[in-house]
T-cell receptor, first 112, second 117 residues
């Protein structure tokens, strides 16, 4: 069956370091992969989208990579700040379905 | 003002009661979705609608029904609530994307925390 895995354990890093979060998937051929940020008690907020034919996407301090051979996406936050502390969700969609399947998210805590 | 609003924000009810959760949007999107979020299970799709005349079941539609009253309004009903429907419910809209390339970036509401006793 289709499965999306994100590290369920919280990731703690020091302020100023680069945070790297992982999204792995199996039995799935996504055309689009998105990353969202979710703060406690709030709805997810879209951050970045990457397509299957793109290797990397950047937006300010954020970078996403997409390796369809490894079936993995990495999400990087450079020069992390305490305000980056949140849960980060990955979501995948296959072309033509127009629906996304979400991972369970990884909680990031940036320590001052 | 928020683009996607949900009412109520919190609701406590009893087993067997009928509950309606409402969602309104001002983004002008045709596509709307209802998800539930449970600890350790992530977001799961309940129903989705691509326009007013189009309703589709998602991954976990049993025990739920929806109504798309207008482009801007999409309601979720629990006809007879049960305790395992206790969860955080999110409404979302999506933007199909430009130039015919469907991306469906999701825009979420603030959520409704529902507790069924």
């Amino acid at each position: 069956s289709q499965k999306i895995e994100q590290n369920s354990e919280a990731l703690n890093i020091q302020e100023g370091k680069t945070a790297t979060l992982t999204c792995n998937y199996t039995n799935y051929s996504p055309a689009y992969l998105q990353w969202y940020r979710q703060d406690p008690g709030r709805g997810p907020v879209f951050l970045l989208l990457i397509r299957e034919n793109e290797k990397e996407k950047r937006k300010e301090r954020l970078k996403v990579t997409f390796d369809t051979t490894l079936k993995q996406s990495l999400f990087h936050i450079t020069a992390s700040q305490p305000a980056d502390s949140a849960t980060y969700l990955c979501a995948l969609s296959t072309s033509g379905t127009y629906k996304y399947i979400f991972g369970t998210g990884t909680r990031l805590k940036v320590l001052a | 003002d928020a683009d996607v609003t949900q009412t109520p924000r919190n609701r406590i009810t009893k087993t067997g009661k009928r509950i309606m959760l409402e969602c309104s949007q001002t983004k002008g999107h045709d596509r709307m979705y209802w998800y539930r979020q449970d600890p350790g299970l992530g977001l799961r799709l309940i129903y989705y609608s691509f326009d007013v005349k189009d309703i589709n079941k998602g991954e976990i539609s049993d025990g739920y029904s929806v109504s798309r009253q207008a482009q801007a309004k999409f309601s979720l009903s629990l006809e007879s609530a049960i305790p395992n429907q206790t969860a955080l419910y999110f409404c979302a809209t999506s933007d199909p994307g430009a130039g015919g390339r469907i991306t469906d970036t999701q825009y979420f509401g603030p959520g409704t925390r529902l507790t069924v006793l």
